[in-house]
């Protein structure tokens, strides 16, 4: 029905049906983060990861901590699902699981918060006390036009925050840190002009070490998560820890225990001469940075079988595959939630980006994506990588329309066991 009304009359329409919605809901749950310190963590990525490294950062410290990803919800000790492709949940469900967290006795509710549930009003109610700003990249140009009203949805977060945590060494840095009216940001990087910035980078395929300098010292910090964007991303999290005046080795523990996050740089189990891995990155910058990080540490070739999702932001797709064609040795392009929108379109748009390689040689287009998993995974040689991207820990595949049982975690498995 929604979908029809916004056909009709326009998303603005449709926000004012999301406002009416996030106030009945605030009035109904009894308006429950006034009884919490509310954390939002927003930008194109790394904002599951943040949200993890802030959390742990907090329990660390002894702090009754609540919070919600993309992957997970945990309120108190106990984990909640929150659904097939969301982010941000509804109104109701957003106000529903900050109730819990007061019942639970939360101190602390670290949220992860998509620009859509912005501009919609999803948000509306929530008093945030602290706004981070992980990166800002080309994404959902579909629903949001251009850039800059992008980022002007993002920047919402920040209105009435009393701490602001922003990337000094994003392209965004200085629309975010323009819009601030009294807040001084802490700002985090690797230049050492930016309050929280870390040196003395040492990083293998699996983890990584730093030096971490912040206003109150400097100390080490070990990551069990590799990728100069995971550092940035614990670098944020430092930066809201010493907003907070948290401790040093609450920092380093916190940070160290977070790993293995779902669908995020995860590697698939197996016996075989060859590697895979699995990642959520869905965005031209995300792909960017992650086939850039692999490419010096892989012995052999990348083989990368990815999509892009349907009726939404077609303009990356083009970007999506010119990454993949600098970086993989072999392309396989295929399904990724196409909807109803044609799934040849979808792969033929990527691969106007991809101008290194010969169709039917060094990249493909094989639409069922299980069988593009299988022919990567039967390419293979020893010291090989195969990268599957786009889906990462989601469990259903949208198949013209239609929301179907997938996990390429569990599909991967299975067709190794074939091999």
Known sequence: MLSFLRKILGQRFINYYHLAAAALANFIYGFPSRSLRVIGVTGTDGKTTTVNMIASILRTAGKNTSHLSTVNAQIGSKVYGTGLHTTTPSSFGLQRLLRKAVSARSEYVVLEITSHALDQ????????????????????????????????????????????????DDKSFSFFSGTLKKQEPVTYGLDPSAKIWADGIKEDLVSQSALAHTPAGSFPVTLNLSGQFNLYNALAAIGV?????????????????????????????????????????????????????????VKGRIIHVFGSAGERDKVKRPLMGGASDRYADMVILTREDNRSESLDQICHQIALGISQKMFDDSYFIMPNRREAIRFALFRARPNDLVIITGKGHEQSLNVDGIETPWDDRAVAREELSKL
């Open 121 to 168: 009003y999803r948000t509306w109610g929530i008093r945030f006390e602290t706004a981070v700003v992980t990166n800002v990249s080309h994404e959902h140009l579909d629903y949001h036009r251009d850039l800059v009203s992008y980022m002007a949805a993002k920047a919402k977060l920040l209105r009435n925050a009393r701490y602001v945590i922003l990337n000094m």
């Open 241 to 297: 820890a010493t907003a907070y005046g948290l401790e040093a080795p609450a920092m380093q523990k916190g940070l160290s225990a977070v790993k293995n996050i779902p669908g995020r740089l995860e590697i698939i189990p197996s016996q075989k001469s060859f590697s895979v891995m699995v990642d959520f990155a869905h965005t031209p910058n995300a792909l960017e940075k992650l086939l850039r990080f692999l490419r010096p540490k």
